[in-house]
T-cell receptor, first 115, second 114 residues
């Protein structure tokens, strides 16, 4: 079974621009979560989507948004980029069918650099 | 408020010996815990997990122990190998915060010397 894939792997943008990152979950997985990793803040939860609905949201400004499609693929968007948005953005997928703890499997990440 | 803490930023171990990585949590709603291994600029790789209904889970060289009363979990790697050198993160989730949201510790850099 193929793992979680993320595109693009690397991205360079300038301040004020917007960016869209894409994530394809493991086949059959219905939940997709997004995380940001920075040296100063570590791994922080952005949001989770399940059956095309945002089910949970982390403590990030409204410039960060996402969506999930009917095939469970997900995108996240960051508008009006700031220098501090430079980070590794990670997507993870899980089955989440039983309402109990479930393993999240991560993709390789998208390295975003904002100049 | 750091709800998941890994108080040791780094750990150095000799090949063949045991590596013990520790993690503490404060949120009593957490009931599912995971350990991940990570290399720079890559996504975390799942190692092992444990539900709060258990106090121990084993998978090959990896064993996770959970002490609910102390809100403490640990990962034991026996025997340690040079290829185990990486950053290890513990993570937690629970019905009170949604199982789709993982809260991570700061990570522990493990170095295994040949």
């Amino acid at each position: 079974k193929a793992g979680v894939t993320q595109t693009p792997r690397y991205l360079i943008k300038t301040r004020g621009q917007q960016v869209t990152l894409s994530c394809s979950p493991i086949s059959g997985h219905r939940s997709v979560s997004w995380y940001q990793q920075t040296p100063g803040q570590g791994l922080q939860f952005l949001f989770e989507y399940f059956s095309e609905t945002q089910r949970n949201k982390g403590n990030f400004p409204g410039r960060f948004s996402g969506r999930q499609f009917s095939n469970s693929r997900s995108e996240m968007n960051v508008s009006t980029l700031e220098l501090g948005d430079s980070a590794l953005y990670l997507c993870a997928s899980s089955l989440q069918v039983g309402g109990a703890g479930d393993t999240q499997y991560f993709g390789p990440g998208t390295r975003l650099t904002v100049l | 408020d750091q709800q998941v803490k890994q108080n040791s930023p780094s750990l150095s171990v000799q090949e063949g010996r045991i590596s013990i990585l520790n993690c503490d949590y404060t949120n009593s709603m957490f009931d599912y815990f995971l350990w991940y291994k990570k290399y720079p600029a890559e996504g975390p790789t799942f190692l092992i997990s444990i539900s709060s209904i258990k106090d121990k889970n084993e998978d090959g060289r990896f064993t996770v122990f959970l002490n609910k009363s102390a809100k403490h979990l640990s990962l034991h790697i026996v025997p340690s190998q040079p290829g185990d050198s990486a950053v290890y993160f513990c993570a937690a989730s629970g019905s009170g915060t949604s199982y789709g949201k993982l809260t991570f510790g700061q990570g522990t850099i493990l170095t295994v010397h040949p």
